[in-house]
């Protein structure tokens, strides 16, 4: 897959640019709404072009009935994975919110102690990677072409 050069800086003022977008389960449109994936799609869009797959349809529980790492998967067919400890602003995370489950949220890093995402309730905004958070991190990832 070939895709230009994107600057960190790039990714981190398109992700903000997405702050305060309502939360919408599946919706992935900039001062619409979006979910966590819809955030990071918006952010490929934004910076790289054209997403290279759209998701299937899926139901606020696809994790708890697939029984399959799907996110995790996707993320390994576009983005160059990373360990957990060593992503940097403009990074996607990637969370399990128990142990024993499915990865199924993601966020984009704006600092070593900052995420911008999107849950369920809320709008997209910028929040601390707390010690909750950090316990649930299961892999980093950072998109194709990023100096």
Partial sequence: ???????????????????GTPYRHQASVKGVGCDCLGLVRGVWRGCLGAEPELP???????????????????????LRPLPSTEF??????????????LAKHVAIASAADRMI???????????????????RLVQAFSFPGVQ
């Fill in 88 to 101: 940097a602003a403009g990074d996607v995370l990637l969370f399990r919110y128990r142990d024993g489950c």
């Fill in 1 to 19: 897959m070939n895709h230009s050069v994107v600057t960190r800086a790039a990714l981190l003022e398109e992700a903000r640019s997405w702050i």
């Fill in 117 to 135: 995402h999107a849950h369920d309730g809320a709008s997209v905004c910028e929040i601390a990677i707390t010690p909750w958070w950090r316990r």
């Fill in 56 to 78: 299937p349809p899926y139901a606020p529980d696809w994790a708890e009935a697939g029984g399959a790492e799907t996110l995790q998967q996707a993320a390994l067919r576009h």
